[in-house]
């Protein structure tokens, strides 16, 4: 990561499997800090991250919700979807950038962990190169389930 110009921050929270009691501490620090937070949704829909943060965010947050092109109307194997997406993570991308580039901190909503087949993770190889970047980790909807049905995994 290098120092970018205009003193943005690129933040990726980790929402956890939806219950907003599993948001940890640092999570909730950083939505109560952060200028914009941005989060993934099907279009007409809030997106569980952003449902799940509801009352958490710092008054007069501007939201930025990234709206996916196509969720199951096309099938992941047919290279329109792929198309499709890419140019969604890019244009998602260059829209969070630009915040940075505002100097502004941006927190991107991810469900369950970030880094965990999370959608921000497509943002984060786009811009931590060049903008400071931290990730806050979540709680993932596989250790949710077997926290909740009392199974130990080994």
Same mark, same amino acid.
């Given at each position: 990561?290098?120092?970018?110009?205009?003193?943005?921050?690129?933040?990726?929270? $980790?929402?956890?499997? @939806?219950? #907003?009691?599993?948001?940890?501490?640092?999570?909730?620090? %950083? *939505?109560? %800090? +952060?200028?914009?937070?941005?989060?993934?949704?099907?279009? $007409?829909? &809030?997106?569980?991250?952003?449902?799940?943060?509801?009352?958490?965010?710092?008054?007069?947050?501007?939201?930025? /919700?990234?709206? !996916? #092109?196509?969720?199951?109307?096309? /099938?992941?194997?047919?290279?329109?979807? &792929?198309?499709?997406?890419? @140019?969604? !993570?890019?244009?998602? +991308? +260059?829209?969070?950038?630009? =915040?940075?580039?505002?100097?502004?901190?941006?927190?991107?909503?991810?469900?369950?962990?970030? *880094?965990? !087949?999370?959608? !921000?993770? =497509? *943002?984060?190889?786009?811009?931590?190169?060049?903008?400071?970047?931290?990730?806050? /980790?979540?709680?993932?909807?596989?250790? $949710?389930?077997?926290?909740?049905? $009392?199974?130990?995994?080994?």
């Amino acid at each position: 990561m290098t120092e970018a110009a205009g003193g943005g921050r690129l933040i990726g929270v $980790g929402t956890g499997p @939806g219950d #907003p009691e599993l948001l940890t501490l640092k999570a909730v620090k %950083a *939505l109560a %800090a +952060a200028d914009v937070v941005a989060h993934f949704a099907k279009a $007409g829909r &809030a997106g569980n991250a952003r449902r799940t943060v509801e009352g958490f965010l710092r008054p007069g947050a501007v939201e930025l /919700p990234l709206l !996916y #092109p196509v969720t199951t109307e096309i /099938p992941w194997r047919d290279a329109r979807y &792929a198309e499709a997406v890419g @140019g969604f !993570y890019a244009a998602a +991308a +260059a829209a969070v950038e630009a =915040h940075l580039a505002a100097g502004r901190t941006v927190a991107v909503l991810s469900e369950g962990d970030p *880094l965990f !087949y999370g959608s !921000y993770m =497509h *943002l984060h190889v786009r811009l931590a190169p060049r903008w400071p970047a931290e990730v806050i /980790p979540g709680v993932t909807a596989m250790s $949710g389930c077997w926290s909740q049905a $009392g199974l130990p995994l080994v």
